[in-house]
Structure formats: C-alpha cells, structure tokens
C-alpha cells in the first residue's frame, strides 16, 4: 500500500463500532501508568520565571517584550506550563494550559534559540513539571537572532491507555498545543507562523528526536512541527507577507549534544505496532509550498483575547447541569468563534478550512433543538449538500445572524442519539450542546498522507478555541475522542470516505465535585511567582 492508503486503513482499523471498539488494552493498572513528564538526564537545567502576570497582556497599550528567559517563561506557563494539582484520597496529577486525551499529555516542547538574552545558541527541551529549560544542544556556530518552537509526541504515552487509536488523539493534542501556543504569544504581542517547509527528517535532526543514543531504552519522540515566533519590531511591513525562516541545521564541528531520556514505563503490557506504521507513513516528505493569502469570511467575531487567568482556569467539564440553559448569543457566539478570522489563532493556520462542526443542540434558550452544521469555508458547502441526506432541510434558524453560516438540518430532540454516538456517554447529551467534527477526508489524505495528521492539527484547534470561549462565558467543555464513528456517519447520510468524523466535543455548565482539592501548579516556588491578572 502506498503512504496514503496506510492513513486511510489505519483511520478504518481505529474506528469505534457498536460491538466492537478499536482494539486497546483489556486491562489497565493505574498504578504502572507511564511517567506523564519526559526529562534529560545529565545537561543543564535553567529555571524559568513564573511571570506571565507580569508580561502577559490583553490590548496594544504596551510593547511586546523582547525575547528573553522572562518572556519565553511567560510563554511556555501560559501554553504548556502546568496549571494545577488535583488531590484525590491518595491520589495525584498534574493539569496543563494545553489540554490533552486522558490528561495524558503525549506533546513535549523544544525550544530553539539564537541571540536570546540569557539563553546560549542551541536546543532545549521544555521540562513543564518544574517550569525548566534543558539544554539539549549548545551551538558555537554563528547563527542569525531567532526563535522557535517544536512539537513531538511518545505515542506510547496514549497507546497505554487507548491502544490503537492513539495515534489520533496524539494529532488532536498537538493542535490543542499549536492553539494554546498562538493564544500565549498573543497575550505577549508575538507573532506565530507555522514552518511548512520542514520536513519530518529536518525537524527530527533539529529536535534531536533522531538521536538513537539519546533514547537507549526510553520511550521514543515522533518530531510533528515546527513554528517560528517573531515580535512586532521584526516586521517590516505589516501588509506584506512575511516569509518563515527555519533554523540552520545543527552542525557537528560547532555543537555539542548532552541528556538521556528518561524510561516512561519500564513494564509496558502491549505494543501496537499499527501505530509506528501510520505515524512512518504520515511524515512530511516534501518540502511545503508558502500557502497563498486567504479570504476571510465576513462577520463579527470579538477580537479579544482570553486573559492569563481563563487560560491558567480551563478545566474539562466531567459532568453538565441536563436542566441548565444557555443564551442563544452566548451560543451564537461560540458558533461564530470556529469561523477563520485574520487573529488569533486562526491566523497560524494558513490552510483552508477543512473541518466543519455538526451540532447537536440540546438546551439553548431562543434556538430549536436540532441538528446543525457550521460550514466554515462557502466553497464548501456545495460539497457538504451533496454528501449529507437530501432529507435534511439547510434552513437558517430564526434569530441566527446573518453573516453566521450556521443552517439547521433537521429539527428535534437528539440527546439520545448524541449519547448513543458519544460511546453513550452522558457528558453528549447532558450539555447544552454537543458537536462532531467533520473533515473533508479522503481527497486530502490522497493528496499527500501528511494531511492526515493536519486534519487533526486543526481539529484540535476548534476544540482549543471552544474551551477557552466557553471559559470567558462562565461555562465549560470537554473534548470526546471515544465516538461512534460510522453510526455518525450514518446518520449524516454519508457515504464512503469523502468526510469523516475526527473529533468530538460538548459544552454547558459543568458540575463540579467538591471532593476534589486543587492546589496551585508550582506550590514549592509560590514565593517565584507573580500573580496572573
């Protein structure tokens, strides 16, 4: 089979199915659970300052502060940094700004950097647990100013628990990642641009995830992207686009690499071999052309950003409030927050929209329950109207805003089936309302296999978005990987692999148990750290 047929039958093999889920392990023991945080044994550690509340902002009243250990500090708690502990009888875990399936956190961070004050020319890698950069590379070699970060995933971190269609929720966590990214640089007045042009083989030299002495008996690092940050002073023309740069290769005569990757799980169960086939035929091979401008739809999305503390406070909802009802502009504006706008985040991603939202909408006081579908590119919806049932209505709702593309398909009560699909989860059907993401599937992935994974790259950034706009609302969501997908497909009427299902999310008033204690995310440097805002 060629690359792209492997994603495709990988994506069948993974499927949930009434009967029969994917396969995964038959037991769990949760006290041999793989250790959630990565470290290098034997180089450097520098200790990051805990002072986004210091740097980080909301408006263009203050400069954007210059790359430096503070701002990069600044960046990384509000992205990747933890946010919380969570005590439980004996028991005990870590929660990130970057949510993730299982809270199992599969994307590690490394940090490339050149001329930054504070920091020699080289490679780190980002150790979240105690807020620290270690130095992986350092580099003698002259190398122009610059700045970037790259994301890779242990897949084994989810396989642990999810079996074989962990390789899928690793992707939606590394969009999570790529939104919880722009949405802290923001905050800083930075810029974030995607480096297309590296491809898996480069990113993994840069990363150093290719070093097989580095990772004797440790659980290995597939490398997936690469951004590059830049400050407003870098920009020389705001009008024109900027062209990404990536860092030079690291060369041998002029560098020197140190760490041992520690051992996740020293007794692990099972092996999924289906999962190194996907994730060796989903690499990028080819260099990536610069996308061309895109239009962006009209409308009246808020241009705010999330503050530090809605950033530092998002939670996943485990259980709803069923009699609980949210406004029709509340939900309005969730709707509208998934349309691509030139801010952030959607302005790191420079593709078209591929992903399109199917709701069911439950408890919104003004809007009819029923079934509806975002279509979040016009060019798409022609396509959208020949796959789905011709049965369904594509009526817009009274009181939608016009600009909104949001048409119901068929009215009704759908908490039942929205459980039923939700692997009869109630968090589906107990939430104001629930969604499944659709994907244009099967031409992109033939396109270029690569495409399976950005698919999920940018379904992880819709359900990025939904978290932090249902934040500043006062109310909560949580993602649903475990989603019966044909049984959604069927009831869209869809046929064959044209759109397929990727990821599934809900939204309403979470309840919270009071039996759960949170303490703050670095207790022993309380006296480090300046209050978020």
Do not use: K
């Given at each position: 089979?060629?690359?792209?047929?492997?994603?495709i039958a990988y994506h069948e093999r993974t499927k949930h199915r009434p009967g029969r889920y994917?396969?995964?392990?038959?037991?769990?023991?949760?006290?041999?659970?793989?250790?959630?945080?990565r470290a290098f044994a034997g180089c450097p550690s520098f200790r990051l300052p805990l002072c986004a509340g210091r740097l980080a902002h909301i408006g263009e009243d203050r400069a954007a502060p210059e790359f430096s250990?503070?701002?990069?500090?600044?960046?990384?708690?509000?992205?990747?940094g933890l946010s919380a502990w969570k005590e439980y009888g004996p028991d005990r875990w870590a929660l990130r700004c970057n949510p993730s399936s299982g809270n199992l956190h599969p994307t590690e961070a490394y940090v490339i950097a050149h001329g930054v004050a504070g920091l020699d020319a080289g490679l780190y890698h980002y150790a979240s647990r105690n807020h620290a950069l270690e130095q992986r590379c350092l580099s003698t070699a002259a190398h122009p100013p610059g700045l970037w970060i790259g994301l890779s995933s242990i897949h084994w971190r989810e396989a642990w628990k999810y079996g074989?269609?962990?390789?899928?929720?690793?992707?939606?966590?590394?969009?999570?990642?790529?939104?919880?990214?722009?949405?802290?640089?923001?905050?800083?007045g930075w810029e974030v641009r995607l480096v297309a042009g590296c491809n898996s083989q480069r990113l993994a030299a840069l990363l150093g995830t290719g070093r097989d002495q580095d990772y004797a008996g440790a659980e290995r690092e597939a490398p997936d992207l690469l951004v590059q940050l830049t400050r407003p002073a870098q920009i020389v023309d705001p009008a024109r686009p900027q062209v990404v740069a990536e860092p030079a290769p690291w060369d041998a005569a002029d560098t020197h690499w140190r760490g041992q990757a520690n051992l996740l799980d020293p007794h692990p169960m099972y092996h999924w071999p289906v999962i190194d086939e996907v994730a060796s035929a989903t690499e990028s091979r080819q260099d990536e052309a610069a996308a061309p401008p895109r239009n962006y739809p009209p409308g009246s999305a808020a241009t705010h950003l999330p503050a530090p503390e809605v950033i530092m406070g998002r939670r996943s909802a485990q259980r709803f409030d069923p009699q609980f009802e949210?406004?029709?502009?509340?939900?309005?504006?969730?709707?509208?927050?998934?349309?691509?706008r030139p801010q952030a985040p959607w302005d790191i991603w420079d593709y078209a929209p591929a992903i399109h939202p199917v709701f069911f909408v439950h408890r919104v006081d003004g809007v009819p329950p029923g079934l509806y579908i975002l279509v979040r590119v016009a060019a798409a919806e022609s396509r959208l109207r020949q796959a789905l049932s011709d049965e369904f209505e594509w009526q817009k709702a009274e009181g939608c805003p016009d600009p909104l593309p949001l048409y119901r398909l068929q009215a009704g009560k759908w908490n039942k089936v929205a459980r039923a699909v939700s692997c009869a989860q109630s968090i589906a059907a107990d939430s104001c309302f629930s969604l499944g993401m659709l994907a244009e599937f099967e031409a992109k992935v033939q396109e270029d296999a690569w495409r399976y994974r950005q698919l999920h790259w940018e379904a992880g950034l819709l359900g990025h978005v939904l978290y932090l706009e249902a934040e500043t609302l006062a109310l909560r969501g949580t993602g649903i990987g475990c989603f019966l997908d044909d049984a959604f497909h069927e009831l869209l009427g869809l046929q064959g692999q044209r759109f397929q299902?990727?990821?599934?999310?809900?939204?309403?008033?979470?309840?919270?148990?009071?039996?759960?204690?949170?303490?703050?995310?670095?207790?022993?440097?309380?006296?480090?750290?300046?209050?978020?805002?």
């Open positions: 089979m060629n690359a792209a047929d492997i994603a994917a396969s995964g392990p038959e037991t769990l023991d949760w006290t041999s659970q793989p250790d959630p945080f250990l503070d701002s990069i500090g600044a960046l990384l708690q509000l992205s990747l074989e269609r962990a390789f899928r929720y690793c992707q939606l966590d590394v969009g999570h990642a790529l939104a919880a990214l722009r949405y802290a640089a923001a905050l800083l949210m406004a029709a502009a509340d939900f309005y504006h969730l709707v509208d927050s998934l349309l691509p299902s990727l990821y599934h999310f809900t939204v309403g008033r979470a309840l919270t148990d009071t039996r759960i204690t949170t303490l703050p995310p670095y207790h022993d440097r309380i006296a480090d750290m300046e209050d978020i805002p």
